[in-house]
């Protein structure tokens, strides 16, 4: 970073924003944002492998637990585990909360992440899996270059408290996956008994 910053006369600007704007503890406006976040953007890595993935819930589902610290729920997956599998080695992590209205500031995080499943933090995150908790370093971003997106609606897989099993997704229904699914997985005695389409 450094060399290309004197390549292109940018060191005393980047300083001085890492001097000033480079945080240990949340701001209320980051606060806000990743309590209302339907998703954010997470960066692992082990070795050569490097894995960029999404991770979404209804907003609140990453809770601000300390003053530069969250925590997010593992739902059910694909059974790859390349976030978690990345972290299990190397807990350090790269977050990017955006949201895209072409105004909010985008709020980049590198951290330390801690795998948890102790009864106290999976308490917190209905149909969580595992929760990944980070110690955070907080980089706020100007919003320019993001673009302004229409809003939708939430997604019908997201567990939520009193609704049931969310529906199976297309892929655990496919004739190569149906009858291998993890033990316990939450769709699969529906899969199995399903006649539609692989």
Known sequence: MSELQDRFDGRRV???????RK??????????LIETSPFFFIGTSWNDYVDCSVKSGDPG??????????????????SMYRTLGNLSRNPNVGLLFVRFDGKSRRMRINGRAAILEDAEAMGRHFGAKAVV??????????????????????????????????????????????????????????????????
Do not use: M
Request: net charge negative; with cysteine.
């Open 14 to 20: 980047a300083e001085a924003i890492e001097r000033h």
């Open 133 to 198: 908790q980070i110690e955070c370093e907080i980089y706020p971003n100007c919003p320019r270059y993001v673009p302004d997106l229409a809003g939708a609606t939430s997604s019908p897989y997201v567990p939520r408290e009193g609704q049931g099993t969310p529906p199976s997704p297309e892929w655990k229904q496919r004739d190569y996956i149906r009858d291998i699914l993890p033990a316990g997985d939450p769709h699969a005695a529906a899969v199995k008994s399903d006649e539609g389409p692989a």
């Open 61 to 78: 589902f990453v809770k601000v637990v300390g003053p530069n610290v969250i925590e997010y729920p593992e739902y059910d997956g694909n």
């Open 23 to 32: 945080h240990y503890e949340f701001w209320d406006d980051e606060k806000a």
